[in-house]
């Protein structure tokens, strides 16, 4: 479906146009050129969101009446699927599956980004024990059909479609975009579109062992950027309730060292390694910052990803006011200079920042941020700092946020702030951190036993204690009773 703004907003999809003047028209197919439209009974949304969904109720209805033209996608969901392939295995390429509730529109919606690509084959299946849409790509022969991903937003799920080559809808994508697209398909490709926990922890590790861990003395201006930037953590690291109690007790740590202005090369490690003993990974290995080679990719993507999720956070997340100092920003900046061990991305971002006191308020760091980075992302594209496998693009590319751009390649900036939401958000990022198990060093566990265990134990106690106190009241209480009712008996038992 294409939206087109002159002469009028001209909706268009195969031979049926929707022509909106301020009215909706529907052009059923075949319709004369002398036509003028007919306005659906239906109605229709303006909201470009909504649009492509409250249309399907007007095709749908004219399928009902006149029966289905044969280029239309078939809205009916299906039941068997694999008995569906084989009657069109010849014809068709790829064949998709959308599984949804009934309440869903996403699985049509994704059957209509589909028409113009002749080889795909979408089809949906209801399921109303699923909440979110899944989308499935079938396999023919006997192995197993593969989960591509689980989302409401059809654009999501059309452009992890259009991940799997073969797409004709290239004319539509820039170079770079197209090579992004053509990347075989794997799990790990399909998770690109997600921040991995993993990654935010190593990211951390790296920071805390290889930069802040080889200063042999902090103190003055760089141990109140320190203090800031530990502080920034911990209010908007929001991910893990551990990390946070871990960020938590360093902040308080850095507050009582202030006073003395010095912490040592070994009283820093000897902390880290006391609060992170649990939390922060052994391994070095990144996962979604993975590059194609040692020294592409790692540590720098990470840190981006956490001063994205930080500033999501504290713009969008927590409730700050408006007018706000950009604190988030302002406590990267200092690490920036007085840890970030590469000399030239100091320099660049020092002078991106300079004035960011003033010009940006709390509300706004997510976005500075984001512009940002798509300056320094088309500085550095070309460059040998670029990973062939993952070359730099003005973020969201069309293939993760395919309403975030217009066609002049600008950006729709409220939709690029709903992308950034979900994208740096708690509830989307992916939790592949493996935890170590707690141990004596863990200050929030007591001689191997877990928080948990702890707990477990106290509420033991104190019911076992209760029961004690009712055993001995019982018993205390019925001895009473039989030293008054004894003497009575033995005066009965008197002649
Ligand atoms: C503060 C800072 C300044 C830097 N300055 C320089 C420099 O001057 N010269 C230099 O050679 N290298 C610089 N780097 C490193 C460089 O920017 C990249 O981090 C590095 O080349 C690795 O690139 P990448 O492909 O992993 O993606 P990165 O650019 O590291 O991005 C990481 C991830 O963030 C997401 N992303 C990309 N753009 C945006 C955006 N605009 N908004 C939100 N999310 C986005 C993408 O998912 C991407 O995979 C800097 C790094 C940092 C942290």
Redesign the pocket.
């Known amino acids: 479906m294409n939206i087109e703004h002159e002469p009028h907003f001209l909706c268009r999809w195969g031979q049926e146009t929707l022509l909106l003047d301020g009215n909706v028209y529907f052009f059923p197919p075949n319709s004369s050129a002398s036509f003028l439209g007919k306005k659906p009974s239906e109605e229709i949304s303006w909201d470009t969101d909504t649009l492509r969904s409250s249309v399907i109720p007007v095709l749908e209805s004219y399928i009902s009446k006149n029966g289905k033209p044969a280029d239309w996608p078939d809205f009916s969901p299906i039941k068997d699927a694999k008995e569906e392939i084989k009657m069109n295995s010849r014809t068709i390429n790829k064949y998709f599956l959308v599984i949804e509730n009934e309440n869903s529109t996403t699985g049509r919606e994704v059957q209509l980004d589909a028409v113009s690509v002749s080889t795909y084959y979408v089809r949906r299946k209801i399921d109303n024990k699923v909440v979110e849409p899944r989308l499935y790509l079938l396999s023919s022969s006997r192995a197993p059909d593969i989960f591509l991903k689980e989302s409401n937003s059809h654009s999501t799920l059309t452009s992890i479609m259009m991940k799997m080559s073969g797409t004709e809808k290239r004319s539509q994508l820039s170079e770079e975009e197209i090579k992004e697209a053509e990347k075989p398909l794997n799990s790990h490709q399909v998770n690109?579109?997600a921040?991995h926990a993993a990654d935010l922890l190593q990211g951390l590790r790296y920071s805390f062992y290889n930069e802040i861990g080889l200063k042999k003395f902090i103190k003055d201006k760089s141990l109140i950027a320190l203090k800031n930037f530990i502080h920034q953590l911990y209010l908007h690291l929001d991910i893990d309730s551990d990390l946070t109690s871990s960020l938590s007790q360093l902040d308080d740590w850095i507050e009582t060292k202030l006073d003395e202005n010095l912490i040592t090369h070994n009283e820093w490690r000897d902390k880290i390694q006391i609060i992170f003993y649990n939390i922060l990974p052994t391994s070095t290995e990144f996962v979604?910052?993975a590059?194609s080679k040692s020294h592409?990719?790692?540590?720098?993507?990470?840190?981006?990803?956490l001063?994205?999720v930080m500033t999501v956070h504290s713009s969008y997340m927590s409730k700050l006011a408006k007018n706000d100092p950009p604190k988030v920003l302002m406590a990267?900046k200092g690490y920036?200079k007085y840890f970030?061990g590469?000399t030239?991305?100091?320099?660049?971002?020092l002078k991106m920042a300079k004035n960011v006191e003033d010009d940006v308020r709390g509300d706004q760091e997510a976005l500075w941020?984001?512009?940002?980075?798509?300056?320094?992302?088309k500085?550095?594209k070309g460059?040998?700092?670029?990973?062939p496998t993952?070359?730099?693009?003005?973020?969201?590319s069309r293939i993760?946020c395919w309403s975030c751009q217009k066609r002049s390649n600008q950006f729709r900036v409220s939709n690029v702030v709903e992308y950034?939401k979900k994208?740096?958000a708690k509830a989307h990022i992916i939790m592949d951190h493996p935890k170590r198990k707690l141990f004596i060093h863990n200050s929030k566990s007591v001689l191997f036993l877990s928080q948990f265990d702890v707990g477990f134990c106290i509420v033991f106690y104190i019911a076992s204690v209760f029961l004690i106190v009712c055993v001995y009241i019982y018993f205390w209480r019925k001895r009473a009773c039989c030293r008054k009712v004894l003497p009575k008996r033995k005066y009965l038992s008197q002649p």
Do not use: I
Request: charged content about 20%.
């Open positions: 690109d579109e921040v979604g910052c590059g592409l990719r790692g540590y720098p993507c990470s840190l981006w990803t001063f994205h990267m920036v970030f590469c030239e991305c100091c320099k660049n971002f941020l984001w512009r940002s980075h798509n300056r320094v992302n500085r550095l460059t040998p700092s670029e990973d993952h070359v730099k693009l003005q973020f969201p993760l950034l994208r740096y």
